[in-house]
Each structure stands twice: as C-alpha cells, then as structure tokens.
C-alpha cells in the first residue's frame, strides 16, 4: 500500500489536482448528447489536457472522446469511472471550435460529436509527431498604409480566447439599446438589430432524475452544467443570462411592414472607419486566470427522464454526466503569457499617471523601465518580401476601400459583396486576407470546389507566404499534417472547402465564404450544416469580420443586408456599364422574330450563330449546356410520351457513339438493360426523339456547324481547369466552366428552360446563379452573352442588366409572402409514414408552429417527407423541439429512421 495515497498496488487513484474530466463521447445518439464525467488517474495526469483525443469505457465498450476540461469536483456522488487512455496529448480541440459546435448542434437539432466529426480530420499519429514549420513573416503592410505603426500581433503560441458567455448567450436585440449611438455613426459596424421575441428559452427536454448507482447524471446548466467558456472564468457556479437567441445575428430576421419590432433597413451609405461599440465586440484581453476555461456548454434540453416511460436501458457504470455538475472549475494550468500585475488596467493605451510612469503597453508586453534593463529599439516582426496590397485595391467598389481598412483595424465588420463581371475575384479575396494577415490575425477563405481552391491558393500566394489548403481530395496523413499547421498556429490564412470553416485559425480576424448558394457548401452527413451559416455564427461568437461574396446573391444573404448586419460592397451603375457584357435573350426585340421566326422553339437560335461566329475571330466560346451525357432522355416520336424500360420502368437514353458501325441502341437509366425495340404503350409507335440534349451531343453538333474549332468538353467525366485564349469551343456543364486566358469572346446558355422548370423552391435563383458564375468568366468590354430564355422571366431581366440584388430582394419578398425560407424557418422530416406519423404527434411546436403533409417523398411511396415551419424569431425553440423528439425516438431505440433537416435546400 501507497504511504501516500493509500491505494494498493496496481490500484488507480485519482490525479492530485483537478480529478474530473468533462468529456464528449463519440457515442452519435441524440440522447446521449452531453458531456460525461470522469476521473482522471494520477499516471495520466499531465497528458489529460483540454482538448485532447482519450478512449473512456461507455456502455461496457471502449470509445473515442474529448476532453472538454478538468474541474475539481463532480456532483455525482459515486465512483467514476476512469479514462482508459490518452489517445494523443496533441489538444486537437480549441475552445473556440468547441463553442462552435455546440452551437452549431442546437441550431441544427443534431449532436455536438457529430459536428466534431466534421471539424476535426481523423488521426495520423506519424504527421503528429512530426514537427510543424516555423511560422511564415507577416505579410507587408498595405500600401495605403505608408509607415502607420502596426497593432499588436498575438503570439502564434498562446491559446485563442474562448468567446465569451455574452458573446454565445446574448441576443443582439440585448445590446441594441446600448450601441444605438455608436451604431447611428456607422451601421455597417453596429449591433444588428433582432427580434426581441426570439429571446425565450427553448423548449425543456424530459426532466433530469438521479440514475442508479454508478450511473451517469444528465447534462444541463439547470442542474449546474459548464457555462460558456469567457475570457476571466472563475471556479464556482456558472453566471446567469438569457440563453442563445435565434437573432439576426445567426437568424437574421426580414424587414416586415406588419412587424412593429422590424427595424428598417438602413440604406445610407456606409463608413467602414468609424469607431465600433465595445459592447459589440465578442472577445477581449487573455484572462490572467490560472485555469484553463471549459470548452463548451452543456446543453439543457439532452437531458432524459429517468422516470419517464421512455427511459432508456441503464447507462454504464461509473460515468456521470456533467449536469450534475455544481462547479465550473478550470483545467489544469496553463502556461500563461508574461503580464503586468493584475492591477494594471486593461486598456492597451492607457494614460500614464505621471511623468515618470511609461505609457500603458499591449497585454503580454513587459517594459524596459521594471525589468530594470536598457530599452532597446524593437525590430518589428518580420516582413515578407512579397509585394504588399496595392493602394488601389478595390477601388471600383465604392465601399470597398473603407471595408479593406475596417479589416486591417481589426473591426467586426460584415459586407456581401456582389463581383463584378470578369472580376479576379480571388485577387480581391486575396488582397482582403492579405490586409488582414498583416496584421497577424488569421484569415479562413472557404471555397466551393478544388478548382476554386487552386485558383485562391494561387492568388493568395502572389502577396501571403505560409497559405495552408484544405480539401477532401488530400491524403489522409497530409490532410492532417495541415490541419495541425493550422491548430498549432503557424499558419495564418487557410484556403479550403466546406469543412475548412471549422479550422481552428488562432485569432480569427476574416471568415470569407465565396458563391454560398452553391450545393457543395451544404455537408451531406448530419446535421447538414451550410458554409454561411457557420461562417456566421462563428463570426458572432469570435468577433470576427465575415465576408459573402459572389456574382449573384442568395436570398439569406439578402436577409442579412435587408435587416442591418450586413452591408453590402456593390459598384455604381456607371462602373457596371462599363465593364458588364451585352447580355440578349430571346424575343427581347421585335428585330429578332423578323429575322428568325423559329428563335422562340429553336435549341440555338441565329443570335447565338451570330455571337458565337464573331467571337471565334480571335477568342474561344464558352457553351453551357445544363445536363451531362449525350441524349439523357428519350421520349415517343409520335406521342411525346417518356420512353421507359419494359423491365423496370426505368427512363431510358442514348449513350452516343458507334458499335460495329451501328449507333448504339437505347439503355435504362435504372437497370442498364439495353432497348433495341422499343415500342410505346400508348400509341404503339416505334420511333424515338430526343427529350433533353445533353453536352456530349451539343459538342458533337456544335462540331459540324462550325467545323475548324476544336471543341473541347469539361464536365463529370473531366473537369478543365483552364483553357487556352486561342478561338475554340468549350462545351461544359454549370459548375465546371474552365477559365479562359483573357476571357471568353461570347457564352452561350442553353436550355434556360431546364433550369427554370424545374419543381424547386430556389430554381429561379438557382439558374441566375449559375448563369451569371459563367458570364462572369467572359472577357471585359466588349463580351457577349446569349441566354436562351423568354425575356419577360425575371431571372433574364436580372441577368440581362447584370442586378442580382433586385432579384434577391425580389426572391425574398416572394417568399416572405408565401411563408418559405428565409422568411422563416423549416425543417423537413423524412422516413415511413408511420415514424412520420409518431414524431409529428409528439412535436410540441411554437405558437407559429406548423405543419404541411407528410406526402409521398418523389416516386417512392414507401418514404414521406413533412414540412414543419415557424417564424424566424421561433427557430431555436423549434430546433430544440426536434432535436427533443429524436432523443426521445433514440432512448426507445426505435428502429425506424427519421431524418431532420433544417434549414435544407431542398424543400419540395
């Protein structure tokens, strides 16, 4: 026996300092959807760090975890269990991140595990022992900045601050009041305004009862769960406040005429200069505490009845869950940053009180004069050799100069930014992380797609040393090997995909998202966040500026101009004219009818001979065609009937090309069973016709009307990533148009009718959106774009004047009236119609709260799809409703799947 401890040999005892660790199990069920307590063993004292990846005993099976953080005591009253192992003592989970995800979860009504699963890569032990670079230098400073001195620069070492319980808990509409002077003097910086309605707590899950001996407790700031990590935490019970509000700072509330409580826009033009409230900011000076704060909060609304007839089986023996927790300790020390005494005030340039006293200098800075040493001039940091951002950045947007100096002060400030037309888009998101490199905060550029990514990267790095990318298509040990880069801090700027919103940048001072109405920025795994979203809410919580840029605009990027938090970065209408191509729609003149009478049913109509034959003098021709393959789909010669498989039903298309110099015959889609004889059901007609062309047979005709190009074709099978500016044909699909040295001579779209025809809420700004991503592309001045569509629609009319802003506000009013998003937040339920049917009986909704169907989920029927919707100030509540009905479902063990997604983008 220990004389110290008194344990027996081989007998583990409890660490010294901090027993209890606060950890998150990789365990994906909604009711289990909390933290855990257990005990920390004395051998594994020094690796079990916040933040670190450890194996626990859950349920009788070992499991991975993280380390939230060690506190001293723990309110369940029997043995804890112990942690089994530290997987790495590498802390792969920053605060920040943390907060994040648990927020992130509750507006998603999905589990904090599975968040992390998206933000953290999977382990690869070889790229973590190995050593990451020094950090690069600074990039120069602006070149409007001349020799302004440059403000503090934060140490690549030191820990993020975790945002603050005010930053995560409080509503915009709470600090309103507060700033209303500030925020008169510069709207672009103010508190955005929200609904005061929306700051009610969500619904309670069941109620917390004490489990049986050895059991965990559940989770909840009621029963004395963590509160949300501030800059000074202090060891006792977490502070009382409002709790995380749907506002319009993560809900952005429309204006509404009816709505008394919707402030009006502000239109005034905006002064990114002006002075931001302090109250605004999300995060402050280094806390001088010596523990560490907890990661994130425990939710209320996880907790399961123990008494409940819906009580799942017993929970493993010796683990309690942190909601019985009455103490919010920190973890164990960590290495604080040389300070001034704790009397010191905090301002980072504080007036001396004497002549002998020295100036007030940057927290962590220790001067000359106390340590008793000679002052010596500092050399600075140290600069790249790069050229720096050029005086006229952004000079063609009028806000845009403002916006680049609101960045390099370091302001909160939020824009949506409308490019021009053959804009170097990523030269300007360049410029922008540049400004804000410089000042050694850290920049995170999330992108659609890897051709994207490259041409960021490549921009960035003509005026950034040290660009770190993130995508899927790395390798797993390089993928990682990056990522520590980013966590470990020495990289500044990380250009990525969409999990790269969750990189833990130290210091974040510009999120940036590009074209966010682009699918790929949704994740396809639970719980379905999207880019902007998180973009967002993580600029609310950190006090960063955000950044949503693109040729068109999204109706929820409307939202966020029209109530206030964000301003928008638009050129003036005589910039536009000057740069903007010469934009023709079919029937937009009476000229046209006469000189081809087919224009209105042709698939390429003479105004698209004509275009495209003038810009093959000396620059290549871009053709969008909206469907991939050769004919996608056939239909009956006689009857216009779909033609189908006789086996399955299945549709049925051409797959082009020769077979023994025989077209090859017609396929099923579904079964791939070829249709040699086809014969049609309805009129007995043998003949087939082409319903909808696709870019492989465009290609092909294409080649023989204008015979001497090449043509060239970028679509699933191969992507082009760039193409030479010699006259040629490229026929792509949307989203894979390469990019033209110099520009396009003309862009042709077809089949207008394709995208606009489709049964989805967002086709209208579906198709503007990608027909003005591959208009942008042309070359500027003297450009020509030819949309074969009616010109009366609205998406043409935007496209022909180059407004996307009136059509977003034009969506979004549409929608507001009929009761879609974003005017007001909807979930969609999918699974059989009986587990439909039992989750929506339980749902106990919003005052507003509503429910269209279940119907028929496509051709399907043995799969239902509910709406359920409420306004916009209700959306938490009606997230925590869901997310209560799905751990219920789970503590049951419920067979019968029921995907929740909220906000989708799919909604029919």
């Not at 043995?79 to 989970?93: C, H, N, Q, W």
């Not at 709207?187 to 005061?196: D, H, Q």
């Not at 833990?504 to 510009?510: A, R």
Request: glycine content about 8%.
């Amino acid at each position: 026996m220990s004389e110290k401890t008194g344990a027996r040999r081989g007998e583990r005892v409890p660490a010294a300092e901090l027993p209890v660790a606060r950890i998150v199990v990789d365990v994906p069920l909604a009711h289990l959807d909390r933290p855990f307590d257990y005990a920390v063993p004395s051998e594994l004292d020094t690796a079990a760090q916040p933040g670190c990846r450890v194996r626990v005993r859950f349920a009788g099976q070992l499991v991975d975890g993280y380390l939230l953080e060690r506190t001293e005591t723990s309110d369940y009253g029997k043995k804890l269990a112990f942690i089994e192992k530290v997987v790495s003592p590498e802390p792969v989970l920053a605060p920040e991140i943390a907060a994040l995800a648990r927020a992130i979860a509750d507006r998603y009504a999905g589990g904090m595990i599975d968040v992390l699963r998206l933000a953290i890569p999977p382990r690869h032990a070889r790229a973590e022992a190995a050593a990451s670079p020094a950090p690069a230098p600074l990039p120069q400073d602006p070149a409007w900045v001349g020799a302004a001195p440059t403000p503090p620069l934060a140490s690549p070492d030191a820990e993020p601050t975790p945002p603050s319980a005010e930053a995560v808990q409080s509503s915009p509409a709470d600090t309103e009041a507060g700033g209303a002077a500030d925020a008169s003097a510069d709207p672009a910086l103010a508190a955005p305004g929200g609904s005061p309605d929306d700051s009610s707590a969500p619904a309670a899950g069941p109620a917390a009862a004490a489990p049986a001996a050895g059991g965990p407790a559940p989770a909840g700031p009621a029963a004395g769960g963590p509160a949300p990590a501030g800059p000074a935490p202090a060891v006792g019970p977490p502070a009382a406040g409002p709790p995380p509000a749907d506002s319009a700072l993560v809900d952005p509330t429309p204006a509404d005429p009816a709505s008394p409580a919707s402030p009006p826009s502000p239109v005034a033009p905006v002064s990114f200069a002006a002075p931001i409230p302090l109250a605004d900011l999300a995060s402050s000076a280094p806390s001088a505490s010596p523990a560490a704060p907890p990661l994130a909060p425990a939710p209320a609304s996880r907790a399961v009845s123990a008494s409940s007839a819906d009580e799942p089986s017993p929970e493993p023996s010796g683990v309690v869950s942190t909601a019985s927790s009455g103490v919010s300790a920190g973890s164990p020390a960590a290495p604080a940053p040389p300070a001034a005494s704790a009397s010191s005030p905090s301002s980072l340039a504080a007036p001396a009180s004497s002549a002998d006293e020295p100036s007030a200098e940057p927290s962590g800075a220790v001067s000359a004069a106390s340590s008793g040493t000679s002052a010596e001039p500092s050399a600075g940091p140290a600069r790249s050799q790069l050229p720096p951002v050029p005086a006229d950045a952004w000079s063609r947007y009028p806000r845009g100069p403002k916006y680049l100096e609101a960045l390099r002060t370091g302001r909160p400030a939020h824009a949506v930014w409308q490019a021009l037309p053959s804009e170097d888009w990523p030269a300007r998101l360049a410029e922008a992380a540049a400004a804000v490199a410089s000042t050694g905060r850290g920049v995170v550029i999330v992108v659609p797609d890897h051709r994207d990514l490259a041409r960021v990267a490549e921009a960035c790095g003509r005026l950034i040393e040290g660009v770190v990318t993130l995508s899927a298509d790395l390798g797993p040990s390089e993928r990682y090997k990056r990522w520590l880069a980013v966590r470990r801090g020495v990289a500044r700027v990380v250009v990525g995909t969409r999990a790269t919103a969750f990189a833990p940048i130290k210091d974040p001072g510009l999120l940036v998202v590009w074209d966010d109405g682009d699918d790929l920025h949704v994740e396809q795994r639970s719980p379905y966040p999207n880019v902007r979203d998180v973009l967002v809410q993580r600029a609310h919580m950190s006090g960063a500026a955000l950044l949503i840029g693109g040729f068109a605009r999204t109706a929820e990027a409307q939202v966020l101009v029209e109530t206030g938090w964000a301003h928008e970065i638009v050129a003036s209408r005589e910039t536009l004219r000057a740069v903007a191509p010469r934009v023709v729609s079919v029937g937009d003149n009476e000229w046209q009818d006469v000189k081809d009478p087919a224009a209105r049913t042709a698939r390429l109509p003479s105004i698209a001979f004509d275009a495209a034959r003038f810009a093959l003098a000396d620059s290549p021709v871009l053709i969008q065609v909206p469907r991939r393959g050769y004919v996608p789909a056939l239909a009956c010669g006689q009857c216009r009937g779909p033609a189908r498989c006789r086996r399955c039903a299945g549709p049925l298309a051409l797959p082009g090309g020769t077979e023994e110099g025989l077209p090859k015959p017609a396929y099923c889609r579904w079964c791939a069973a070829t249709e040699a004889s086809f014969r049609c059901p309805t009129c007995g007609s043998r003949r087939l016709r082409g319903q909808i062309i696709g870019a492989r047979r465009t290609a092909e005709e294409l080649g023989r009307a204008f015979p001497g190009y090449p043509v060239r074709t970028s679509g699933a099978d191969e992507v082009l990533t760039k193409v030479p500016g010699k006259p040629a044909l490229v026929v792509a699909t949307p989203g894979a148009e390469p990019v033209a040295e110099g520009g396009y001579g003309a862009v042709l779209l077809l089949d207008g009718w394709a995208l606009l025809g489709r049964a989805d809420l967002r086709a209208s700004e579906e198709a503007l959106r990608r027909w003005m991503t591959a208009a942008g592309l042309i070359r500027p001045g003297n450009g020509r774009v030819v949309v074969i569509a009616d010109s009366s629609l609205t998406p043409v009319q935007a496209l022909v004047r180059w407004d996307p802003v009136w059509h977003a506000a034009t969506e979004l009013a549409a929608r507001t009236e009929l009761g879609f998003p974003p005017a007001v937040r909807m979930a969609t339920v999918d699974g059989t119609p009986d587990a439909v049917n039992a989750l929506l009986d339980e749902l106990h909704l919003p005052p507003t709260g509503e429910i269209l169907g279940p119907v028929p989920l496509g051709d399907d029927e043995t799969k239902e799809r509910a709406l359920v919707r409420v306004a916009r100030n209700e959306g938490r509540q009606l997230a925590a409703v869901l997310a209560e009905a799905q751990a219920v479902r789970t503590a049951r063990k419920e067979q019968e799947l029921v995907r929740i997604k909220l906000d989708p983008l799919e909604v029919l």
